[in-house]
């Protein structure tokens, strides 16, 4: 009973957290509610766990499906499964959103259930996202999870987040309405929303070329691929320290998901032809908005830029169909979740104790950090793609698997490790290294021991698969092969096998 709903559990166990967070916590019982909300972010990620132990590495198919009629004149379906690509990503998000549960912990004041809340469901929500193998079912639960991130950059944010949320909402919103437009194109012509169905349809170039680009609006602007990324970086200053951990660790790799699920399988001829601009684009976001990040004076916004040169390698690393550079671009998406979350939470613990972002307020913080400097610089590092931790192995095998398509895509990507080091260690030197330029810095206390527990647990996680990432290509592998070789296949009516 148990195993024939795994990942219903993983779906619905953090959202039933979620809903009795809302019921039973309140600003006047905050220490309660915080507890309700560790131990459902706790239980969900052990929901999570049975997918890793129950995946058959050796299958790239869809596993651990769960299958229920839900509207059934339409042929929609509650149908659930997993594979190599999704479960990472799962076991990401439930991990993710301890984290942010623990890091919110003193931090949140005001309307602690609803922050809480938010969370868990957003993280049931995001799961759903990943393992839904019914396109209604993928499109529901696609638009709710941006419902509760809507809230937390809304009600917790900065001084400008109701702008930084409407546009949040208004980018996003666009692009999905042209995925559903899709998506009834597809039912018309197998009467079926069943992703499986879509992938076996025979289709036109020029109907997979207008697929795929309805499916490229959704998907890019997640992402958010360069030109269509002018929201991530408001959206990130504005939110508060657990909106920019979910939202840059999470929610950035939903489009390259969506890429790898929809976009290519569907429309494999499309995603061919139109390779090269998305690998030009992919380009420009890796060598142009390292640039951008180099001239950034808040250090929300340095790492937001720098988010979007990294995805930049994830969609690289899709596009130059070889098993090296997919492979690598997911190892890249789960990496930078460790990452970039804890660069943010490191941001937050800063913000928290000075209420500032600007990189000239700060200096000499390894003075009166010690030990927080030392994780931060570790970040930094893993940032920039140092050896021996997980942010180089995405890298270095997207790079590998660009020279193995074309050189000059290896070079021009391999060029960004040189920026990454340059905006990185500019921040470093600025905020960590030198003496102590200012008061409030002379008086900063270092780490408290719910803040040292995350931080040591994210450092194990980006040494441990900087050292040994085979957990994650081990995986991968037999999803990426067959995806690979139903990308060979023409699907155009008549065409060559």
Known sequence: MFESHIISLSIWVPIVAGVFVLVLGSDSRPTLTRWLALFGSIAGFIATLPLYTHFDMSNGGFQMQETYAWIPVFSINYHLGVDGIAVPLILLTSFTTMIVVIAGWEVIQKRVAQYMAAFLIMSGLMIGVFSALDGILFYMFWEAMLIPMFLVIGVWGGPNRVYATIKFFLYTLLGSLLMLVAFIYLYHQTHSFEIIDFHALPLSLTAQMLIFGAFFMAFAVKIPMWPVHTWLPDAHVEAPTGGSVVLAAIMLKLGAYGFLRYAMPIAPDAAQELAMPMIVLS???????????????????????????????????????????????????????????????????????????????????????????????????????????????????????????????????????????????????????????????????????????????????????????????????????????????????????
């Open 283 to 497: 380009l420009i976001a890796v060598v142009y908005i390292a640039f951008v990040a180099l001239v950034q004076q808040d250090m929300k916004k340095l790492i937001a830029y720098s988010s979007i040169s990294h995805m930049g390698f994830v969609t690289l690393g899709l596009f130059i169909f070889n098993p090296l550079g997919m492979e690598g671009g997911i190892v890249q998406m789960i990496s930078h979740g460790f990452v970039s979350g804890a660069l943010f939470l490191c941001v937050g613990v800063l913000y928290d104790r000075v209420h500032s972002r600007q990189i000239a307020d700060y200096g000499g913080v390894v003075n009166t950090m010690p030990v927080f400097a030392a994780f931060a610089v570790l970040f930094a590092m893993a940032n920039a793609g140092l050896p021996g931790t997980s942010g180089f192995v995405g890298e270095f095998m997207v790079i590998l698997g660009a020279i193995q398509a074309n050189f000059w895509y290896g070079f021009c990507a391999a060029i960004t490790l040189i920026l990454g080091a340059a905006y990185t260690l500019w921040m470093v030197k600025r905020v960590y290294f030198g003496g102590v330029t200012h008061k409030h810095v002379a008086e900063l206390l270092d780490l408290n021991k719910r803040e040292f527990l995350i931080l040591a647990v994210l450092a194990v996680l980006v040494i441990g698969f900087g050292v040994y990432p085979q957990p994650i290509t081990e995986m991968t592998h037999a999803t990426v092969n067959q995806l690979l070789q139903h990308l060979a296949l023409s699907k155009i009516p008549g065409g060559a096998p």
